[in-house]
């Protein structure tokens, strides 16, 4: 089966990157046997179940061992083997199992609430041959049919991620100026699959460049689970947040035990993908343009929702909008020049200001392995020529990641990537420093408080552990 994980998370042939059967350490509680009864034969059954003959040739069922994506992500182990691992917290049925409780349960009832990505919304939007905003309302017509409460929209999120990726890029570079070298590069901490490989096969060397900015699906979490559930006197627990997101990488995310909070519930506690999106529609028989539009959920009541984005691609514009914040803070240049230079490939661009002849930043992006492998050996060695790095482990970005859907047995690929990327270009951009859900989340949440601990997070080296069966002989 081709994995539908990132590249960094899908490698074969890397010493830390292999079968679970091999080298999961996750420990197995055994419980002890009364006397007279050791294990003996074992077999298996018609349904493919397992059972064992004690010393009495008495047979009995044996459990499986259920492995979560907190074990594999609280080990080295075979977190790139995560395809065949048994996932059990992040799937369309456990969504629907989360809906039905609530219908048995009246009294104990989840309040619901899914957060749709904009390159999603792109990626339907292709598929139906409709508008963004079209697609936008239907989705929020169908949560709503299944049984959600709220619909919202990550760009909301997002704008906090990047006005934070700024003030980051900021610290970091008056820390640089004043003799600390090891400030720069920052690298974005936004893609689940990077930080997954930074973690597992750079450790100590590539984790104090990274940014502990959340993502925007994170971001989000943070809303949904500490400020929404304050401001409709719920505890954590009591709400459901699904994420729909373009990658499956982000069920990773959502699954690290940095993103519990301290009343243990997840700030996300499910993530699905565009393609699972439509499996659950059609799994009722129904299509999603046979849904009626309806009005687009409010975060504030008294805020319509808009549709809108962010310039600098389809992966949130990080690089673009932490150089051009930078260029006007340090250098006074209101609109610097974005001229971009594609260097080996479209997924390896480089963006410089230049005052006077002089280099005063240099940012990159870095799209997909190959380009990762480029980048970071330049950064543990200390001769990285960038000041910032996007780095995102899926090539062309999160409007082409594993969860967005693919291009029909008639169509070509990368036409299709066009096509979602024209798109997702076509919604107006506007400036998150003007944003008004920014301005309200900062007065009655953030407090203007810039380091919230709700708008960060960290990350953590992870040892590789030594196993004989890793020996390429």
């Known amino acids: 089966m081709a994995s539908v994980f990132s590249g960094p998370l899908a490698l074969t042939d890397l010493d830390d990157f292999i079968a679970p059967s091999q080298e999961c350490i996750k420990p197995v509680p055994a419980p002890r046997l009364p006397p007279g009864k050791k294990t003996g034969i074992i077999k298996i059954d018609d349904d493919g179940s397992y059972s064992a003959l004690n010393d009495l040739g008495e047979s009995y069922k044996l459990e499986k061992v259920s492995i979560t994506l907190d074990d594999c992500l609280a080990c080295s182990g075979c977190i790139t083997s995560a395809e065949s691992v048994l996932i059990t917290q992040q799937s369309q049925h456990e969504v629907f199992k989360v809906l039905a409780e609530n219908q048995a349960h009246t009294d104990e009832r989840k309040y619901m609430v899914a957060s749709i990505s904009p390159q999603v919304r792109a990626s339907l939007a292709v598929k139906y041959g409709t508008s963004i905003e079209e697609v936008a309302a239907k989705l929020t017509s169908y949560f709503h049919s299944i049984g959600f409460d709220l619909v919202l929209d990550t760009t909301v999120s997002r704008e906090l991620s990047l006005l934070q990726s700024c003030k980051d890029f900021m610290e970091r570079k008056e820390r640089f100026d004043k003799g600390d070298k090891s400030a720069l590069p920052m690298l974005t901490g936004i893609c689940p699959g990077w930080v997954c490989y930074a973690e597992k096969s750079h450790g100590e060397h590539i984790i104090p460049h990274i940014s502990k900015v959340k993502s925007s699906q994170q971001m989000m979490g943070s809303i949904v689970k500490d400020f929404l559930a304050k401001r409709r006197n719920l505890p954590p627990s009591q709400i459901y947040h699904v994420a729909v997101m373009p990658c499956y990488d982000k069920k990773l995310e959502a699954s690290r035990p940095d993103f519990r909070s301290e009343f243990d519930t997840r700030d996300v506690d499910c993530v699905i993908t565009a393609g699972e999106v439509i499996e659950m529609i059609e799994r009722r028989g129904q299509h ?13 009541e008294d805020l319509p929702t ?5 310039s600098g691609g389809g992966s949130g514009g ?3 909008h932490v150089f051009v914040h930078a260029a006007q803070a340090l250098y006074g240049v209101d609109s610097p020049p974005l001229n971009y230079t594609v260097k080996r490939n479209k997924d390896l661009q480089e963006l410089t200001l230049n005052i006077e002849g002089e280099k005063k930043l ?8 190959r380009n990762i492998q480029n980048i970071v050996p330049k950064v543990k060695q200390k001769r990285c020529p960038y000041d910032f790095v996007e780095v995102m482990a899926c090539p062309s970005g999160c409007l082409n990641g594993g969860g967005q859907l693919s291009a029909a047995a008639d169509e070509n690929s990368k036409e299709l990537l066009s096509k979602v990327t024209d798109l997702y270009n076509s919604v ?7 944003s008004r859900y920014v301005e309200r989340l900062n007065l009655e949440w953030l407090e203007g408080n810039s380091t919230h601990p709700q708008l960060l997070t960290q990350y953590h080296v992870l040892e590789k552990i030594d196993n004989p069966l890793t020996i390429k002989w």
């Open 288 to 300: 999603l343009m046979e849904y009626e539009s309806c009005d687009l959920d409010r975060l504030f």
């Open 306 to 310: 808009e549709i809108y984005s962010h």
């Open 318 to 320: 990080y690089l673009e």
């Open 362 to 369: 240099k940012f990159a992006l870095a799209y997909g392995f």
């Open 428 to 434: 107006a951009s506007r400036d998150p420093k003007e």
